[in-house]
T-cell receptor
């Protein structure tokens, strides 16, 4: 079965420190992987995606993610956290079955950046 | 473009009443998705359309839920009759054929059924 796991419900980081939000996946074939962010009382916003190519993907707001095929992971990273990065982060993988265009979503990780 | 537009932003209703949520996707996008978000169940895909045709409605929780897309610029999600357990935030998202995985979300409708 295709699935996405975000093992941490919450991640706490001090402002200025590097941050990592973890994501692992289980999918048949080559994965299409995504990160979205949700600020309070807002819809989700696309951050970045991996389809093919360089394992390090750069996205919006200084975020990047590293695709690791052997570990089936796609962790979200940022070198220096800002208080404004505090939000809910979702990892997703495209359902590759047939022509299905659904995204399979992780449960989300709440990121709290403390001043 | 104004982005995905949803209305109403907030809805409070009593159990048994009919609720209709509305969505206008981004112009030119031909995929439209309806999601429900709750603390307990997270983000759930209810149904999605391609070129106004429902492709997968397996996430629709029960027959009380129905969705339509009469044209490329409008979709509705209807709950009849509503129940307290339907209380959630409902999101609409759209994407274009060149980037179906990049979904653009609306601001959501926060529904409270009393």
């Amino acid at each position: 079965a295709q699935s996405v796991a975000q093992p941490e419900d919450q991640v706490n980081v001090a402002e200025g420190n590097p941050l990592t939000v973890k994501c692992t996946y289980s999918v048949s074939g080559n994965p299409y992987l995504f990160w979205y962010v949700q600020y309070p009382n807002r819809g989700l916003q696309f951050l970045l995606k991996y389809i093919t190519g360089d394992n390090l993907v750069k996205g919006s707001y200084g975020f990047e993610a590293e695709f690791n095929k052997s570990q089936t992971s796609f962790h979200l990273k940022k070198p220096s956290a800002l208080v404004s990065d505090s939000a809910l982060y979702f990892c997703a993988v495209r359902d590759m079955r047939g022509s299905n265009y659904q995204l399979i979503w992780g449960a989300g990780t709440k990121l709290i950046i403390k001043p | 473009d104004a982005g995905v537009i949803q209305s109403p932003r907030h809805e409070v209703t009593e159990m048994g009443q009919e609720v209709t949520l509305r969505c206008k996707p981004i112009s030119g996008h031909d995929y439209l998705f309806w999601y429900r978000q709750t603390m307990m169940r997270g983000l759930e895909l209810l149904i999605y359309f391609n070129n106004n045709v429902p492709i997968d409605d397996s996430g629709m929780p029960e027959d009380r839920f129905s969705a339509k897309m009469p044209n490329a610029s409008f979709s509705t999600l209807k709950i009849q009759p509503s129940e307290p357990r339907d209380s959630a935030v409902y999101f609409c998202a759209s994407s274009d054929p060149g980037g179906v995985e990049t979904q653009y979300f609306g601001p959501g409708t926060r529904l409270l059924v009393l």
